[in-house]
């Protein structure tokens, strides 16, 4: 019997367990390297296995076992591959009702003629998407080469606000 045929609980680990294999196996290839001095691809290993690691979270529920230290090791991650492969892309915090929201500015390119100041576009993760997953589909990178900036948040409700900060959603925040 496969995992698609599983009881739930089964075929979310199963699930899990797939993704973070492959997860773990990018970042395996991503460090060999990265000790070979092949930096940008380093990054973008560990920049995909990220969106695994992601991938495997996403479907866990809310309190399993193992989700948080999952979450962190794809944010450890990320981190790391944005560095590596020289991304225009970093994190920033915002102040919010005495903590912080999490986000990612992303430069426009080519302003240097115009004081380096560049028009921005505020992204804001929404459902259950996360500021990284924003940043992965490339809008923040295409607004970029024709010199547009994008600071992407990630709001109450969804991703580090929610899972680390215990942030839920508010009613109305999408208007």
Known sequence: QGAPNAPDAQGTQAFRETWSRMADKLCGLAAEDEAQGRLISAGDKYGRAATY????ERLQAHGAPGREALYGRFLEVFAK?????????????IPYEGGHLSALLVRGEGMHG???RAPILVQVSGLDSTKEMKYRVGLPRWLAQRGVSSLVVGQP?????????GMTARHGSGH
């Open 81 to 93: 591959g944005m560095a590596l492969a020289g991304e225009n892309c970093e994190g920033v915090q």
């Open 114 to 116: 115009h004081g380096g």
């Open 157 to 165: 409700g969804t991703g580090e606000a929610l899972r680390l900060h």
């Open 53 to 56: 690691y992601l991938t495997a």
